[in-house]
Nanobody
Framework: QVQLVESGGGLVQTGGSLRLSCAAS????????MGWFRQAPGKEREFVTA???????SYVDSVRGRFTISRDNAKNTVYLQMNSLKPEDTAVYYC?????????????????WGQGTQVTVSS
């Protein structure tokens, strides 16, 4: 069983930055692909980015060039650096994990989820 705990959300102005963290329990974090998803009010949960066990990354087009996912296996933590934030980035952000060598983009493929952290970007 893997537990994921997100932190780092908050309120920021347009153009600002935030760094989200997701700390994972367990001893096999390095074997997990990790993803970030977000869900805005009234919308479905959407894929944002993911990182594989080897460090390969995948991004949704709307955040590519602004967001960066990274992982620190020694700390069992995955990060999401968000720069040049826009009001449309406002959502609850969730991290997710799956024991896999791939970089899944579909929420249904992930086995473990955090509780979410709110990111609000004011205009």
């Amino acid at each position: 069983q893997v537990q994921l705990v997100e932190s780092g959300g908050g309120l920021v102005q347009t153009g600002g930055s935030l760094r989200l963290s997701c700390a994972a329990s367990g001893h096999t974090f390095s074997m997990y692909a990790m993803g970030w998803f977000r869900q805005a009010p009234g919308k479905e949960r959407e894929f944002v980015t993911a990182i594989s066990v080897s460090g390969s990354t995948s991004y949704v087009d709307s955040v590519r060039g602004r967001f960066t996912i990274s992982r620190d296996n020694a700390k069992n933590t995955v990060y999401l650096q968000m720069n040049s934030l826009k009001p449309e980035d406002t959502a609850v952000y969730y991290c997710a994990g799956k024991r896999s060598f791939r970089t899944p983009r579909a929420a249904r493929e992930y086995d473990y989820w955090g509780q979410g952290t709110q990111v609000t970007v004011s205009s």
